[in-house]
């Protein structure tokens, strides 16, 4: 221990910084784009996240989808009611924590996290084409409407001003 050191006195007086301080950078301002890419994102996990909490905790039946004849023709028509139940709580499953990831990293890249906003193209990359294989085998145009959104959001993160803002002074990986 130092001559005359005490713990429980005051700090050591700050030393002089051998090199002039640089002046400091104004921040640059948030762009107002951003803020709409985030809102756009978490709209576009909403019916994901509405379909995941619905049919993970809420109790279903789909006997009466097998009684209806719903699936003749369709590889699901040899399956148990009990298999067709496991597969609609593991596709909500799925779901749900497709839509809290989705909303993580918009909020992640609002807060300037580069590897969120990387992230998240290369999240809406897989969606897309997963989507557009739904799409093209079930002929659903819920599908492409599901695809809009993510397409938009992402975009806009990569947008002018954004790509500016992320590239800024301060940026974090």
């Known amino acids: ?23 400091r950078q104004e921040p640059v301002r948030r762009p107002r784009l951003l803020l709409v890419a985030v809102w756009v ?28 004849g719903a699936l003749v023709g369709s590889p699901l028509a040899t399956w148990t009611a009990e298999q067709l139940s496991t597969l609609v709580r593991s596709a909500a499953a799925v779901s749900l924590a497709i839509a809290v990831i989705v909303i993580a990293l918009a909020v992640l890249a609002g807060r300037r996290r580069n590897g969120a906003r990387i992230a998240l193209a290369v999240f809406t990359v897989v969606l897309v084409l997963a989507l557009a294989f739904l799409l093209v085998t079930s002929g659903s145009v819920v599908f492409a409407a599901l695809l809009v959104l993510p397409v938009v959001g992402t975009a806009l993160l ?10 800024g002074a301060h940026s974090r990986m």
Not at 50 to 55: E, I, K, P, S, V
Not at 162 to 167: C, I, T
């Open 41 to 68: 994102l978490v709209v576009a996990a909403l019916p994901w996240l509405l379909f995941g909490a619905l049919f993970s905790f809420l109790p279903i039946t789909v006997q009466n989808v097998i009684d209806d």
């Open 158 to 167: 990569f947008g002018r001003s954004v790509s500016a803002w992320f590239a």
């Open 1 to 23: 221990m130092p001559a005359g050191y005490n713990p429980y006195g005051a700090p050591p007086a700050p030393q002089r910084p051998s090199a002039p301080l640089t002046p």
